[in-house]
C-alpha cells in the first residue's frame, strides 16, 4: 500500500470516528509519526500534505528536521534526557512528554536564551505500565497546578498513550481520564488558558481517543509500515 493510500485510510478512520460521536474532523489533527523512518519518507508525506510530524529521539529528529521546512511542524512525542532538552528545543516547535519541573525550568531558560517559544503538553501515565514514562495518574494534578507561571512555554495539555493489549476499548479509560484532567486545569488558572489539546490515540486506538475527546492522534504504522 502506498503511502497516498494509507493517508486516505486513515483520514477516513478519522472522519468515521468523528461522525460516529458527533465531533467535526477539523477538530482532530493527524500526527505524522516517522520515527525510524527516513527522510525521504517525511519529504514524500509533506508531499502529500503532511504538516505535523512526531520523533521520539531528538537525534533523529535532528537528522530529519533540521534545517527546518517552512510550514513543517516537529514534535518531540518520547521522554527527553536533560542534557538532549536543549537540542529538543531547537529542533522541535512541541515538546509534548515532560513530565518533570526539573525539565520544564530547563526548557524555559534555553527557549529564554533563544529567544523563541515552544509548545509543551504534559504525558500522564494512564495505562499505569510500569515501562511508560510520565506522570502518575495521582500527581498529575497537583503537579500540574503547582507549575510556575510560564514564559517562553505554552502550557498546551496533555498526552498520554493507551494500554497495549491490542483492544482499543482497554485504553477507553485512560482517554476518558485524560479528558476529565484537562477539563479540571484548563481555564483553572491564567497559566492554563491555552491548555485545550489532548494528544491520544495512536494506529490501534485513534477511534477510541477521538469519542474521548482527541485533539490530535499520532500515527506511525498505518502510515509509513511496521518499523
Ligand atoms: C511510536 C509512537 C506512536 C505511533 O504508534 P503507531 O502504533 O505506530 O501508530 C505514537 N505515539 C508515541 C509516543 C510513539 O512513541
Redesign the pocket.
Known amino acids: 500500500m502506498s503511502l497516498k493510500q494509507n493517508k486516505q485510510i486513515i483520514l477516513d478512520r478519522i472522519a468515521k470516528a468523528c461522525n460516529a460521536c458527533g465531533r467535526d474532523p477539523s477538530e482532530v489533527r493527524l500526527?505524522w509519526?516517522s520515527?525510524t523512518h527516513p527522510s525521504s519518507a517525511v519529504e514524500e508525506a509533506i508531499a502529500l500534505g503532511a504538516r505535523e510530524f512526531?520523533e521520539?529521539r531528538v537525534q533523529e529528529a535532528l537528522e530529519k528536521f533540521l534545517p527546518q521546512r517552512e510550514g513543517v511542524i516537529c514534535r518531540i512525542?518520547?521522554p527527553v534526557q536533560k542534557n538532549k532538552l536543549k537540542k529538543a528545543a531547537q529542533v522541535a516547535q512541541a515538546i509534548?512528554?515532560l513530565a518533570d519541573l526539573e525539565s520544564v525550568l530547563k526548557l524555559e531558560a534555553l527557549c529564554e536564551e533563544a529567544n523563541k517559544n515552544l509548545d509543551v503538553l504534559f504525558q500522564v501515565n494512564a495505562s499505569e505500565e510500569s515501562t511508560k514514562s510520565g506522570l502518575s495518574m495521582q500527581e498529575a494534578f497537583d503537579f500540574l497546578n503547582n507549575l510556575p507561571e510560564p514564559r517562553r512555554l505554552v502550557y498546551k495539555g496533555l498526552?498520554t498513550?493507551g494500554k497495549n493489549t491490542g483492544n482499543p476499548e482497554d485504553s477507553r479509560d485512560c482517554f476518558a481520564f485524560l479528558r476529565n484532567l484537562k477539563e479540571r486545569i484548563l481555564g483553572s488558572n491564567p497559566k492554563f488558558a491555552n491548555f485545550t489539546e489532548l494528544s491520544m490515540g495512536?494506529?490501534?486506538d485513534l477511534e477510541t481517543a477521538i469519542a474521548e475527546g482527541a485533539t490530535m492522534v499520532?500515527?506511525?504504522?498505518?502510515?509509513f509500515g511496521e518499523?
Request: aromatic share 0%; charged share 20%.
Open positions: 500526527v509519526v520515527k512526531g521520539n512525542i518520547g509534548d512528554s498526552m498513550i495512536m494506529t490501534l499520532r500515527v506511525g504504522t498505518a502510515l518499523r
